[in-house]
């Protein structure tokens, strides 16, 4: 099983991303959320992946952290009518941290915002995985500003839910959910995984 891949960034959309490693250039399907933290292209970049098999194809995906690569086998191996393109519209629309937040609280308003879900699928999401999000204790982080592209940066569980703090006071403050999941991620991009809550509101405010 391929769980991880380390070369150079040839080419980026914000949904594939093809990686040479000796001499081969292989396609990535990865999220949003992911695509947001690659470096430019020519740099090292690591990707942890899954490969999925189908008798007409073997499709390699990629994320930014074990912990997004393990939720989106979570999803697909767990969740009835979730496959592997279901999966990747979900974690592109929201960050893991509002994710494992909308699921054990139940928030199927926010859940059905991703494309492709609607209220069935949200209400799956909460039924099938409440017990199982949230279980892992860190974040091991390999591409994006402020990382080093060849070993990457730890951030712990705290960090995850600094972010979910982080959104739910934008929320507080009037602000659309899926809104206020985007302003934290992009703060938390350019701040770093260790901002505190504060930080990262004052920085989504900015």
């Known amino acids: 099983m391929i769980t991880s891949i380390q ?9 594939s991303a093809v990686v040479e490693l000796n001499g081969l250039g292989y396609e990535v399907h990865i999220p949003v959320t992911t695509a947001e933290r690659l470096p430019t292209t020519g740099n090292q970049v690591k990707l942890h992946t ?10 390699l995906y990629g994320f930014a952290t074990i912990e997004d690569r ?15 393109k279901m999966a990747l519209s979900i974690l592109s629309k929201l960050s893991l ?3 494992e937040s909308a699921i054990s609280t139940g928030d199927i308003a926010l859940l059905a915002k ?8 949200a209400e799956r999401l909460v039924v099938e995985l409440r017990g199982k999000v949230g279980a892992k204790t860190g ?7 402020g990382t080093d592209p060849t070993g990457g940066s730890i951030a712990g569980a705290s960090g995850s839910h600094r972010t979910a703090d982080a959104v739910k006071a934008l929320v507080a403050l009037g ?5 206020a999941d985007e302003a934290v ?21 900015a």
Do not use: Q
């Open 7 to 15: 070369g150079t960034l040839v080419s980026a959309t914000p949904l």
């Open 50 to 59: 899954l490969v999925i098999y189908r008798e007409d194809a073997h499709t």
């Open 70 to 84: 393990d939720f989106f086998r979570l999803l697909i191996e767990n969740v009835t009518g979730v496959g592997p």
């Open 97 to 99: 941290a509002s994710l």
């Open 114 to 121: 991703c494309p492709g879900i609607g209220k069935k699928t």
């Open 139 to 145: 974040s091991v982080s390999s591409v994006g500003p």
């Open 175 to 179: 602000y659309r959910a899926a809104d």
């Open 185 to 205: 991620r992009r703060a938390s991009l350019a701040l770093g995984g260790k901002a505190s809550t504060e930080e990262l509101i004052k920085k989504a405010l």
